[in-house]
């Protein structure tokens, strides 16, 4: 596996998150990030040599070590080893996951939960190449579940996606706003809007299994009218495929959740450190009155169209 010694810049890495996907998870920030939102929490993940080089062999030492932590039982044997195990086999398994097979077939009842590798940034589509490595080798060599987490901004499109994507087990994708010129005046560069309803169609394509996430900015996208617009794009890109023949069933969803996180200021500090002005200042934070008003009518939006299933989260 050449692609152990592919380099990228890594802000930094959390071996217990909790909110990036499913389980207990495995954390990489990306650096660089074309968008300049108005609320980012992290703008000191904007430059693309932000953090440190590293090879994703270095990532996955890591990962390896804070497997236990997933739900996963350890992995005593090197990545390089685990790698050539790996191609020697013409399955792609490895001793490893045969363990995992053994063990979850041993366990009483369901299968242990796990959690797994999310990659986000910064945006971590900037440094594709890199992000994808990272996902196909905790793919290839753990059989780990991977996120991605994202605005579906980047420079090529059509060469980003189908290289990132299949990798990708489910997307968090951040809907930064819901008409073009709401989106632009948060992530206050042009072209993230066309990018973004690409990647929608993309996802949609390929039923990628995906989850919302929806700041809610008081003011700016907390409107009825936002929300609505919000429900469109959700309710077009996630219901499913629908065809004459094969009527729709909840089990060809590919939109899964949808997550309303409130605007807050905690990252203003980082704005003063960078010399950046904070666009924010006068903007009141987000109050649980606010999300839960949000989350309602869209559980509402969702269930008028047959939709009731997706957990809407933001307000519990
Ligand atoms: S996409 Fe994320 S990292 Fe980039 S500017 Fe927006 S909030 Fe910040």
Redesign the pocket.
């Known amino acids: 596996m050449e692609a152990l010694g592919c380099q990228g810049y890594v802000h930094s890495t959390e071996s217990m998150a909790c909110l990036e996907g499913p389980g207990i998870r495995f954390l990489v920030f990306l650096s660089g990030?074309?968008?300049?939102?108005v609320?980012?929490?992290?703008?000191d993940?904007?430059s693309t040599t932000a953090g440190s080089l590293c090879s994703v062999r270095s990532v996955l030492e890591k990962v390896r070590r804070t497997l236990p932590y997933m739900g996963m039982p350890p992995c005593p044997t090197s990545i390089d080893d685990l790698a050539r195990e790996c191609a020697s086999r013409s399955d792609s398994s490895t001793t490893y996951r045969d363990m995992l097979l053994a063990r979850d077939e041993a366990a009483e009842g369901p299968p242990p939960s796990r959690g797994g590798l999310s990659v986000s940034?910064?945006?971590p589509l900037t440094q594709h190449t890199f992000a994808a490595s990272i996902m196909s080798a905790c793919k290839r060599l753990w059989g780990m579940h991977t996120v991605l987490e994202t605005?579906g901004?980047c420079s090529l499109p059509r060469v980003v996606y189908p290289e990132v994507l299949p990798w990708t087990d489910l997307v968090l994708l951040?809907i930064?706003g819901t008409r073009r010129e709401k989106y632009e005046s948060?992530?206050r560069v042009s072209g993230?809007w066309d990018h973004m309803l690409s990647f929608l169609t993309t996802l949609h394509q390929m039923r990628k299994p995906w989850w919302c996430r929806y700041?809610v900015l008081p003011g700016h996208t907390d409107s009825r009218e936002d929300v609505d617009a919000l429900l469109e794009l959700c309710v077009e890109h996630g219901k499913g495929l629908v065809t004459e023949e094969q009527p729709q069933a909840p089990s060809e969803r590919t939109l899964g959740r949808v997550e309303c996180l409130a605007y807050h200021n905690l990252g203003e500090f980082k704005w003063h450190e960078l010399n950046e002005p904070y666009p924010l200042a006068d903007v009141p934070q987000c109050n649980h009155d606010d999300v839960r008003r949000v989350c309602e009518w869209i559980r509402e939006g969702l269930r008028s169209h047959g939709m009731g299933d997706v957990a809407v989260t933001g307000d519990d």
């Not at 990030?33 to 939102?37: E, F, L, M, Q, V």
């Not at 609320?39 to 703008?43: D, I, R, T």
Request: with cysteine; aromatic share 8%.
């Open positions: 990030c074309p968008s300049r939102c609320y980012c929490e992290n703008p993940t904007w940034g910064g945006e605005t901004r951040c930064k948060i992530t993230g700041v």
